[in-house]
């Protein structure tokens, strides 16, 4: 209630302000629900996810340490394959005795340069489409990256590596279907290159800036790569890092949310390996919990989606594995992670905002058809997220 708002600040300000933050304290007061003022949020965040360590006097050591390797990846990742693309122009005779783009060693930088790609496409597909309903990652980002953007590059960068690579597939495409009008295929498809305006040599977009952050995870996890959806993980971070009030950590959004979201992955992972669907830490094994809570909870409405053959898998699979971020507009979803990021058994509690989810539209349920119940459970209808948290709280209670 906003009556209460200075007493909350004032009471995030006193746990935050002690040499040693007291993580038990901390966590209850984000449960339920972190004040944006003054970079609250951000830096609770940073706590929660084990990016920033408890004792304060650490912090400013810590986060320059992190922010110069994060340099580090893209002067690796980013820039020097680019240099490298860019001088093969040039230096053709060098590079064919030691390395070309047709040599099929596994080894070859080239053969890594192009599987990179088929990733870095599958990416900027997805981070494109970031919450279409919000402005925000179609903006300009106040702090574009200097070292990539830098006016006397002559580097290809990842916006360059995604259009050429695009062109090239097009071409391609085009000339085996024996086509040859121009109208590229890019004017038609709704979530083309073209349908955003191309900012100015030296801006770079918010979603530009995610793209980044998913690539080098990508590179610096090679057993998980990129799996689709994990941009929808990146982009709540990302957005709430790069709108601090604090300027000067706004200023880093970018390798902040990348170890965040490292950090975040490491506990979630294992929802993205298909692999690991059936054993105790895979996906199925939390959607059957969803479904044993809610058996728990209300044991007619769980024979009811039972008798209707409505497995978890057909809506939970995406409320557990993208943390809700699908389901809820993107303020209410920073809301609810919140409380997840709160829970000390990480992520218990989610299955119990799951539960709650069910048990709050019990009645159309109840009533529903398998169609009609699909439809609401795959487009939930409540939005009122606190009513939703309010219930899961009570779940979580009555154990």
């Avoid at 981070?127 to 402005?135: E, G, I, S, T």
């Avoid at 925000?136 to 916006?159: A, S, V």
Wanted: hydrophobic share 40%; net charge negative.
């Amino acid at each position: 209630a906003p009556a209460f708002a200075p007493l909350r600040i004032a009471d995030f300000q006193e746990v935050l302000g002690e040499p040693t933050v007291a993580l038990t304290k901390l966590r209850e007061l984000c449960f339920s629900g972190i004040p944006f003022d003054g970079g609250l949020r951000c830096l609770c965040w940073k706590i929660l996810l084990n990016y920033l360590p408890l004792e304060k006097a650490l912090w400013s050591s810590l986060l320059k340490k992190q922010r110069d390797l994060y340099s580090q990846f893209l002067k690796e990742m980013i820039i020097q394959p680019g240099i490298a693309k860019a001088n093969l122009g040039v230096s053709r005779e060098d590079v064919t005795l030691e390395d070309h783009p047709l040599n099929p060693n596994p080894d070859s930088r080239w053969n890594t340069y192009f599987k990179d790609n088929e990733v870095l496409l599958q990416i900027d597909k997805d981070v494109r489409r970031l919450y279409p309903d919000m402005a925000f990652f179609q903006r300009p980002t106040d702090y574009p990256c200097l070292l990539i953007l830098d006016p006397q590059n002559e580097f290809e960068t990842l916006r360059r590596r995604v259009e050429q690579t695009t062109l090239k597939s097009q071409t391609v495409a085009r000339n085996r279907s024996g086509v040859t009008n121009v109208s590229s295929p890019l004017k038609t498809t709704p979530s083309s290159l073209s349908e955003y305006e191309v900012l100015p040599n030296g801006c770079e977009a918010h979603w530009e800036v995610v793209e980044r952050i998913l690539f080098i995870y990508a590179k610096l996890n090679p057993g998980i790569a990129y799996v689709q959806g994990m941009n929808e993980i990146v982009g709540p971070l990302y957005y709430t890092f790069a709108t601090d009030p604090n300027s000067e950590w706004k200023e880093h959004a970018e390798a902040d949310t990348f170890f965040c979201f490292t950090n975040l992955m490491a506990e979630i992972r294992d929802n993205f390996i298909k692999s690991l669907d059936d054993s105790q830490c895979g996906i199925t094994y939390k959607m059957e919990k969803v479904y044993s809570t809610l058996k728990e909870k209300d044991v007619e409405l769980y024979l009811k989606l039972q008798e209707q053959n409505i497995k978890p898998q057909f809506f939970a699979f995406r409320w557990l594995t993208l943390l809700l971020s699908q389901e809820f507009l993107l303020p209410d979803v920073i809301r609810i992670w919140d409380s997840l990021f709160a829970d000390d058994k990480r992520f218990d509690f989610l299955l119990l905002v799951c539960c709650a989810m069910l048990t709050l539209i019990r009645d159309q349920l109840l009533e529903g058809d398998f169609t009609l119940n699909m439809r609401l459970l795959q487009d939930y209808p409540i939005s009122d997220v606190h009513l939703i948290l309010k219930k899961a709280k009570e779940l979580q209670d009555s154990k």
